[in-house]
């Protein structure tokens, strides 16, 4: 009864160096997502798949890319990190488009960036 | 654009007592749904309870329960009989839907400490 997945759950960088933050759920969910949380705020939105095959941008989409890999997995890249970046990383997902199922989201990854 | 705001950066409640965490939203939709998730030192996000807009009943979920006002624009939480693993900060989000999907507005967020 795994859930969501996130891999790895920490990680430290230097300044430019490339990453990818791995997702996978087991619930058969059709949309994930990918937020962030910065000291003293709430989490806001980088990117979201609202279904296999789909990706948009959220609040906060400036230096990721996503892939859907497929229905499980939704991976977020930084392709040049940068220390703004230095963050902690939540995918979350949800299984249908009916506005009251909750979001259930994944330990966390925390990144820092050097 | 819609907003979440909660106003208690802090709150300390003794055990066994009751507590109530404030949050007041801001949107123009007519349908919309209300989160609130726990999340402890550990750090991941639990989900609590959700109250929708049309909802006649106040939602409630073993301790926890939401006091919603809709006139006022305001969605507390209400958390009976605190336990010390209560400790952890409370973070209300609001539905603002998507095509098809989906995202939350989180508010910045309530730091719970529940003394013994």
């Known amino acids: 009864n795994a859930g969501v997945t996130q891999t790895p759950k920490f990680q430290v960088l230097k300044t430019g160096q490339s990453m990818t933050l791995q997702c996978a759920q087991d619930?058969?969910?059709?949309?994930m997502y990918w937020y962030r949380q910065d000291p003293g705020m709430g989490l806001r939105l980088i990117y979201y798949s609202a279904s296999e095959g789909t990706t948009d941008k959220g609040e906060v989409p400036n230096g990721y890319n996503v892939s859907r890999l497929n229905k499980r997995e939704f991976s977020l890249r930084l392709e040049s990190a940068a220390p703004s970046q230095t963050s902690v990383y939540f995918c979350?997902?949800?299984?249908?488009?009916?506005?009251?199922?909750?979001?259930?989201f994944g330990d966390g990854t925390r990144l820092s960036i050097l | 654009a819609q907003k979440i705001t909660q106003t208690q950066p802090g709150m300390f409640v003794q055990e066994k007592e009751a507590v109530t965490l404030d949050c007041t939203y801001d949107?123009?939709?007519?349908?919309?749904?209300l989160f609130w998730y726990k999340q402890p030192s550990s750090g991941e996000m639990i989900f609590l309870i959700y109250q929708g807009s049309y909802d006649e009943q106040n939602a409630t979920e073993g301790r926890y329960s939401l006091n919603f006002q809709k006139a006022r624009k305001s969605a507390n939480l209400v958390i009976s009989a605190s336990q010390l693993g209560d400790s952890a900060m409370y973070f209300c989000a609001m539905r603002e839907m998507m095509d098809s999907s989906y995202k939350l507005i989180f508010g910045s967020g309530t730091r719970l400490l529940v003394r013994p």
């Open positions: 979350a997902s949800n299984p249908t488009r009916g506005g009251n199922q909750p979001q259930h």
């Open positions: 619930m058969n969910h059709n949309s």
């Open positions: 949107t123009s939709d007519q349908s919309y749904g």
